[in-house]
């Protein structure tokens, strides 16, 4: 059984900056492509970033380049997601998800390719 948990939201102001970590339970996080993705009130889930299982390789959206940065350790089974110049757009409830992979390099940023999701943690960003 796979379970994430998510830590680390809140409220912050504009321009602030806000952590975010993933647990990741059981034996299957260091064979994991990780992302992390957000959902404010009457929109689609959005993709915001994904890395590699090794590490070696990042992605994000196109709202959060150069503001986010997504990380992992595997010997800790944690992904992050470090925000940065926070904007009150970017309020949202975030989740991060996995995706067993073979291929190291491999990224996801497709919600529908996860099959494995945190419970989701609340970031509020106050103009």
């Known amino acids: 059984q796979v379970q994430l948990v998510e830590s680390g939201g809140g409220l912050v102001q504009a321009g602030g900056s806000l952590g975010l970590s993933c647990e990741v339970s059981?034996?299957?996080?260091?064979?994991?492509?990780m992302g992390w993705f957000r959902q404010a009130p009457g929109v689609e889930r959005e993709f915001v970033a994904a890395?590699?299982?090794?590490?070696?390789?990042?992605t994000y959206g196109d709202s959060v380049k150069g503001r986010f940065t997504i990380s992992r350790d595997n010997a800790k089974n944690t992904v992050y997601l470090q925000m940065n110049s926070l904007k009150p757009e970017d309020t949202a409830v975030y989740y991060c998800a996995a995706r067993q992979v073979s291929s190291s390099g491999i990224v996801h940023t497709s919600r529908i390719l996860y099959p494995y999701w945190g419970q989701g943690t609340q970031v509020t960003v106050s103009s």
């Open positions: 059981g034996r299957t996080f260091s064979s994991s492509a």
């Open positions: 890395i590699s299982k090794d590490g070696s390789r990042v």
